[in-house]
Antibody, heavy 120, light 107 residues
């Protein structure tokens, strides 16, 4: 059974940093692209970033480019999101999602999310 | 970036009704279009991929159609458990983008 468990969320001041993790199990992690998708309170879904299976290619939404960095450790079956220069508009529930293919595709499995709150 | 315009933003229907949601892409995305269901307090769930393919285990009352720029999601006979928000998403190009969502309520 595919399981995705996010962690690392919390309260951080504007301009601060946070690192999210997503521990994956139940599938061959190194074979699949992974994404982060976020949802601000009461709002819709926003795709944030994707990393392909090898980790060599990454993609970002314009709203986070240059501030958030996606990465993965295939030896630890873990996905990361390094979040720097955080702003109030980054406040959201952050979901980790497994994509169908090695380079992208539909998000067939999701974690339960970790909440990031950016506030002074 | 590809913009996804979803309508309506909210919808009220009765049990047994046929429900239709539309999604329009700002450019041709072939059939690289997914539909997700999100129930309150839960993570999204993939229902339809590649515009018209039903994800394993999803009831057959859900269906999707379209290609190019115009897509349709249909619930053939609305059930009480279908109360949720539904999102389209394109994956033809990065950045992947979602529609703004359709909140479905029971009348």
């Amino acid at each position: 059974e595919v399981q995705l468990l996010e962690s690392g969320g919390g309260l951080v001041q504007p301009g601060g940093s946070l690192r999210l993790s997503c521990a994956a199990s139940g599938f061959t992690f190194r074979s699949y692209a992974m994404s982060w998708v976020r949802q601000a309170p009461g709002k819709g879904l926003e795709w944030v970033s994707t990393v392909i299976n090898s980790g060599s290619n990454t993609y970002y939404a314009d709203s986070v480019k240059g501030r958030l960095t996606i990465s993965r450790d295939n030896s630890k079956n873990t996905l990361y999101l390094q979040m720097n220069s955080l702003r109030g508009e980054d406040t959201a529930l952050y979901y980790c999602a497994k994509l169908r293919g090695g380079y992208g595709g539909p998000a067939g499995h999701w974690g339960q999310g970790t909440l990031v709150t950016v506030s002074s | 970036d590809i913009q996804m315009t979803q309508s309506p933003s909210s919808l009220s229907a009765s049990v047994g009704d046929r429900v239709t949601i539309t999604c329009q892409a700002s450019q041709d995305i072939s059939n690289y279009l997914n539909w997700y269901q999100q129930k309150p307090g839960k993570a999204p769930k993939l229902l339809i991929y590649d515009a018209s393919n039903l994800e394993a285990g999803v009831p057959s009352r859900f269906s999707g159609s379209g290609s190019g720029t115009d897509f349709t999601f249909t619930i053939g006979s609305l059930q009480p458990e279908d109360i949720a928000t539904y999102y389209c998403q394109q994956y033809d190009n990065f950045p992947y983008t979602f529609g703004q969502g359709t909140k479905l309520e029971i009348k």
